[in-house]
């Protein structure tokens, strides 16, 4: 507890939206292991945040199991962090009401990701999605976080909770900490294979790379991944020339832990139909051991349900002296 008050805290979460992809994984999680040995760590399965888009209810409860699965077979250690699920943790859906009395309207209209989810979801434009970055401004200001580790498109919602937390510090005094945006330099922002202009999301399956992915076909999207058209055909990093290229060498990079110039020396005049494969095979090896350990694991109900317990019981101690402190703040009567 003495160590917890001094190591900087650390928090993040991923929806349980359906399959981890290459992107989620090559983009935040990635880094995750290496932060528990460092700081205090919490990480969650943002189950709320998921229905703001339709779901069906036994596949939400079976991908929020496996979620946490994968976040133990990438090493998430459940004695060296906190690991739990949001809605067990009924704090944050508490704080993110008064937050939402400190959010102005025009603000959220000016999310891009709600822009573009609005866009997808024409026939449920619902009030949660608009007010999504509320409840996640409160999944990180609740725990007094100090980093928040994410990808490249959640960077506006991480700079909308410090406007939300430096608005009310500015009434109440320092309630909250307020948090910085940790997003890596390689990986922050994976794209589609088969459309590198957009990034690589589960909406479009094909250009996507799902943990539990069987290896061949890893192998037959990386192979058929699409690359430049442009005449030069040879492996160089030059994301405005050539961003399908550009993309397989930074999963490489992310795979191997090559730099960019290695890269490009390693595949000079080999062209593209030597290094598609080898990125396949560099991603199949990397997943290989996070696949089999997520297998084992989910075949341990049992030993999940206890590490999702006591991740809650944790979660909400912390949780909860910051709800009780922002209720005595804006002038909540104490039970
Ligand atoms: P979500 O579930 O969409 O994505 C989980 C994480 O994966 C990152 N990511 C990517 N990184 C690189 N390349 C890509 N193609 C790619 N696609 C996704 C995301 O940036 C994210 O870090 N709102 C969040 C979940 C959340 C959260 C939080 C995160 C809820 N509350 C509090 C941090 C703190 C989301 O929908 O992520």
């Given at each position: 507890m003495e160590n917890a008050t001094v190591k900087k805290r650390i928090l993040s979460g991923i929806q349980p939206s359906g399959r981890l992809h290459l992107g989620n994984y090559l983009g935040p999680l990635r880094h995750w292991p290496e932060m528990i040995e460092e700081f205090d760590c919490y990480f969650f399965m943002a189950d709320l945040h998921t229905i703001t888009v339709r779901q069906n209810p036994a596949d939400l409860r079976r991908q929020t199991l496996t979620l946490l699965a994968q976040y133990i077979a990438c090493g998430l250690d459940p004695e060296k962090c906190v690991l739990f699920i949001?809605?067990?943790?009924?704090a944050h859906s508490q704080l993110s009401w008064v937050l939402n009395c400190y959010t102005m309207f025009g603000e959220l209209s000016r999310m891009t990701q709600f822009k573009d989810k609005s866009a997808k979801n024409a026939d449920n434009i619902n009030a949660g999605l608009f007010t999504y970055p509320v409840l996640m401004a409160s999944d990180i200001l609740i725990y007094q976080a100090d980093m928040v580790p994410v990808g490249e498109d959640q960077r506006q919602h991480v700079e909308i909770c410090r406007d939300i937390a430096n608005r009310f510090n500015g009434i109440y005094?320092?309630?909250?900490?307020?948090p910085e945006p940790y997003i890596a330099k390689v990986g922050a922002r994976i794209k589609s294979?088969?459309?590198?202009?957009?990034?690589?999301?589960?909406?479009?399956?094909?250009?996507c790379v799902f943990l539990l992915e069987k290896p061949e076909d890893i192998m037959r999207k990386f192979k058929r991944s699409v690359t430049d058209s442009d005449t030069e055909r040879c492996v160089r990093y030059d994301p405005e020339e050539k961003p399908g290229v550009s993309n397989l060498i930074q999963i490489y990079a992310s795979a191997t832990g090559k730099t960019f110039d290695e890269i490009e020396a390693e595949f000079?005049?080999?062209?593209y139909g030597v290094f598609k494969p080898a990125v396949g095979e560099a991603v199949v090896e990397t997943l290989r051991p996070i696949r089999e350990e997520t297998e084992r694991l989910l075949a341990d109900k049992a030993y999940l349900e206890g590490v999702y317990r006591a991740g809650a019981e944790k979660a909400a101690y912390v949780a909860n002296r910051t709800l009780s402190k922002v209720y005595k703040k804006v002038g909540f009567l104490a039970r």
């Open positions: 949001q809605s067990h943790v009924p005094g320092d309630v909250f900490k307020v294979l088969s459309a590198p202009a957009s990034k690589m999301s589960k909406s479009q399956p094909d250009g000079d005049g080999k062209g």
